[in-house]
């Protein structure tokens, strides 16, 4: 393993395969093999990040192992054509969520800002990341040049490598485990403009407000103007992130939650994941219609059906939830508060409902234990009269219709 991971890793792509993948997201050749750099170079730091577990480390080698017997290096034209899918597919839903935890929406909005990607393009290099670096593992293991326990030296001897690949700031926060929101400019972004958290907009338009008013400023003033306008944009921005970070850490501690299939996922002690499953797994909780459990970490831009990347980690382990309980058949609903043309919120409503279920279904539930129904306006849970209840009441829904 004299060069490094990295340069390792990134030779497996050939020109055919950058431009395969370049045609299946309707990106750029250039900003595909920019991104994908990005997406392998965040996925190995996060891998370093746990360098010194011993444990997380043989967890990810049998992942390894696997990819290995499944041949994934063999199958990464195919790979670059059509995306993950199957088996491959059923790895990186376990492999990324290790290895990104909650962090996973946050580092593909980073990645996306730097590339001039969108979002859901990054989180696709991030699967096709995924599968090269574990192949890549899988065959050093299977030749004898890599264990468990050289693995974390070796990760940690590639981090130096893996700088010039990342937006500022992303590989020391990956490392350090800090991986906030706050870190990327973009995942703030995302968070101000989303739908489902519509408090944090007044601080969004300010921010935009500033910084329009000083590149306006800048058109006929000193250059030094255009600085401060990144200035005041950064501060604004982060304040924005620091908001919507404490809104989710009030979800409690990240805790491991155990399937029945022996999969473990991330997830907010007080959150919607660690409910579900709880419900799930008690045979005395009936299905009711009356049961319904909110998702509390979907951001939508605000009045549209998109979803943004900090969404991508409870997306994730809802997915894994439903297929570790193949029996478990869901439906979607969608509500709006009852500002605005009631037409308008019922289409919304069912758009946002419809996009949840699309992306549940890419993450490989089957679209046909799942349905999806928009609201809108109807069955508010809190007073539609103040600013709290309107956010409780703009919310995507998940009823367990059989168990």
Do not use: C
């Amino acid at each position: 393993m004299a060069t490094s991971m990295m340069d390792s890793i990134l030779a497996m792509v050939t020109p055919d395969m950058k431009q395969a993948i370049a045609s299946r997201l309707g990106e750029s050749t250039q900003a595909v093999q920019g991104g994908l750099g990005a997406a392998t170079a965040a996925t190995l730091g996060g891998l370093a990040a746990k360098a010194g577990d011993s444990g997380f480390l043989s967890q990810i080698m049998n992942l390894a192992s696997t990819a290995n017997s499944q041949n994934v290096l063999g199958n990464l034209s195919s790979l670059a054509s059509g995306g993950a899918s199957g088996g491959i597919g059923d790895l990186v839903g376990k492999f990324l969520p290790m290895v990104f935890g909650s962090q996973q929406g946050p580092v593909a909005g980073a990645i996306a800002q730097q590339s001039g990607l969108g979002a859901s393009s990054v989180t696709s290099l991030l699967k096709m990341a995924a599968p090269l670096v574990l192949g890549f593992l899988g065959r050093a293991q299977s030749s004898g040049s890599l264990s468990p326990s050289s693995l974390g030296s070796a990760l940690k001897a590639e981090v130096p490598s893996l700088q010039g690949f990342l937006p500022a700031g992303l590989m020391s926060s990956l490392t350090s485990g800090a991986g906030t929101a706050a870190t990327a400019v973009a995942s703030t972004a995302s968070a101000a403009a989303a739908g489902g958290s519509r408090w944090l907009v007044p601080l969004a338009i300010l921010g935009a407000l500033i910084l329009a008013w000083l590149l306006f400023r800048s058109m006929s003033g000193p250059k030094e103007v255009a600085q401060t306008a990144t200035n005041a944009t950064t501060t604004a921005a982060t304040a924005v992130g620091n908001a919507a970070t404490n809104a989710w850490a009030a979800l409690g501690d990240m805790i491991k939650v155990k399937l029945p299939d022996g999969t473990e996922l991330n997830a907010p002690a007080l959150g919607v994941e660690a409910k579900l499953v709880k419900y799930l797994d008690d045979p005395n909780a009936v299905v009711s219609d009356e049961q319904w459990f909110d998702f509390d970490r979907l951001l939508f831009n605000t009045g549209a059906a998109t979803l943004q990347p900090a969404s991508q980690e409870q997306l994730g382990n809802i997915a894994m939830i439903l297929k570790a309980y193949p029996k478990a058949k869901v439906r979607i609903g969608g509500y709006t508060d009852n500002t605005g043309d009631a037409a308008a919120n019922l289409k919304l409503s069912q758009e946002r409902a419809d996009d949840v279920m699309a992306a549940l279904a890419q993450l490989g539930v089957d679209p046909a234990r799942m349905d999806a129904k928009g609201y809108g306006e109807d069955h508010p849970i809190a007073d539609n009269s103040t600013d709290a209840g309107r956010q409780q009441n703009r919310r995507i829904s998940l009823h367990i219709t059989e168990k």
